[in-house]
C-alpha cells in the first residue's frame, strides 16, 4: 500500500502554486465577511433593509473568499469525504463525485441578490427604506427595483439547482467509467472505458481566458483505439475521452497518478476493490504541493 502512494505523490504534472495575491485578497474579504456578521449580530435591529444589506453582504463576501482562496492555491487540502469505495458494480473501485465549488459561488451570489433585494423591497414597501435611499429617490420605484433584483437573485437559485453536476469518475477493477450530466436539464451519459481498451493516458490542460484571470482546467486524455461509445461530450472524439479531473473531488495529480498507475500496472488493480482502496486518493500535505511548485519554478529559472 506505501509503494502505491508514493508513486502517486511523486507524478505531479500539473503544479499547485501558491498565490499570495489571492491569499492577501482573501483574507481582506475574510475581514469583511466578520465585519458584517458583527455588525449584523450586534447592531441595533431598526428595519428589515439594514439586516438584509448585512445578512446579503455576508453571503456574497463568504463565497468570494472561497472562489479566491481556491485561485491562491488553497485548494484539495486531504481526501475528500465524498470519495467512496463501490462494490458490486465494474467489480468494485472508489467513486470519485464532483464538486460544486463555482456552483456554490454562484448559488450564494444569487442568495444575496435574493436577500439583499426582497428585504429592502419589504422595508421601502413598509416605509422603513429611508435609510438605505436618499430622500430624493422615489421610493415606489426603488421598492420595484429592489423587488426585481429579490427575484432574479430567486430565479438564479432555482437554475442553478436545476443545472448542478452530477458528474462522477470510478476507477475500478475493469475500466474507468465517466458519468457526466447536469441535474434535471441534461440527461446523463455514462460509459465504461475497459483497461483493455486503452492505449495510453495523458495528462493536458484546458486554458480559459478571462478579463481578469487565465483558469486552468486539468484534463486526462483516454486514448482507445479499438473502442468506440456513443456517450460523448464536449472535446470527445471518436477514439478519446476526456476526464475534467478540476471538476473532481479528488486532487488531480493524485487521481491522474492512480488512473497511470492502475493502466500501466494490471497486476495491481486488485487493490481498487480492497477495504483501503479510498486511501490509494489521499493527496500529500499541501506544504509539499507548495514547495514542489517553487522549487520547480526556481530550478527552470523563474522568478
Not at 5 to 21: H, I, M, Y
Not at 191 to 202: F, G, N, R
Not at 220 to 228: C, D, I, S
Amino acid at each position: 500500500m506505501k509503494e502505491e502512494q508514493t508513486f502517486a505523490r511523486n507524478s505531479s504534472p500539473w503544479q499547485q502554486k501558491l498565490k499570495f495575491t489571492y491569499v492577501t485578497i482573501s483574507a481582506f474579504l475574510l475581514a469583511c465577511t466578520g465585519s458584517s456578521i458583527f455588525a449584523l449580530l450586534y447592531r441595533p435591529i431598526e428595519n428589515y433593509s439594514v439586516v438584509g444589506l448585512f445578512a446579503g453582504s455576508a453571503v456574497l463576501l463568504s463565497g468570494l473568499v472561497f472562489m479566491t482562496l481556491r485561485l491562491g492555491g488553497v485548494a484539495w487540502i486531504g481526501r475528500s469525504r465524498r470519495i467512496k469505495p463501490i462494490h458490486g458494480r465494474d467489480g468494485g473501485g472508489v467513486a470519485v463525485p464532483g464538486q460544486w465549488a463555482i456552483y456554490l459561488v454562484l448559488w450564494m451570489i444569487a442568495l444575496s441578490c435574493a436577500v439583499i433585494g426582497f428585504s429592502v423591497w419589504y422595508a421601502q414597501s413598509n416605509g422603513q427604506g429611508a435609510t438605505v435611499a436618499t430622500p430624493s429617490r422615489d421610493s415606489a420605484a426603488g421598492a420595484g427595483f429592489m423587488l426585481a433584483v429579490g427575484v432574479v437573485g430567486l430565479a438564479g437559485m432555482t437554475t442553478l439547482l436545476l443545472l448542478r453536476p452530477i458528474n462522477q469518475t470510478h476507477v475500478s477493477t475493469d475500466g474507468i467509467r465517466r458519468i457526466d450530466g447536469k441535474g434535471l436539464i441534461r440527461r446523463r451519459r455514462d460509459v465504461l472505458i475497459p483497461w483493455t481498451a486503452l492505449s495510453k493516458v495523458v495528462p493536458t490542460e484546458e486554458l480559459v481566458d478571462t478579463r481578469y484571470v487565465t483558469v486552468r482546467h486539468q484534463l486526462v486524455e483516454l486514448h482507445h483505439p479499438g473502442f468506440t461509445h456513443d456517450e460523448r461530450v464536449r472535446l470527445d472524439t471518436e477514439h478519446q475521452t476526456i476526464l475534467r479531473l478540476s471538476q473532481l473531488v479528488a486532487e488531480p495529480n493524485t487521481l491522474f497518478a492512480l488512473i497511470d498507475d492502475m493502466h500501466r500496472h494490471p497486476d495491481r488493480r486488485a487493490l481498487l476493490s480492497g477495504p483501503d482502496a479510498t486511501a490509494l486518493l489521499t493527496p500529500p500535505p499541501l506544504r509539499e504541493r507548495w514547495r514542489a511548485a517553487r522549487e520547480l519554478r526556481q530550478s527552470s529559472g523563474k522568478q
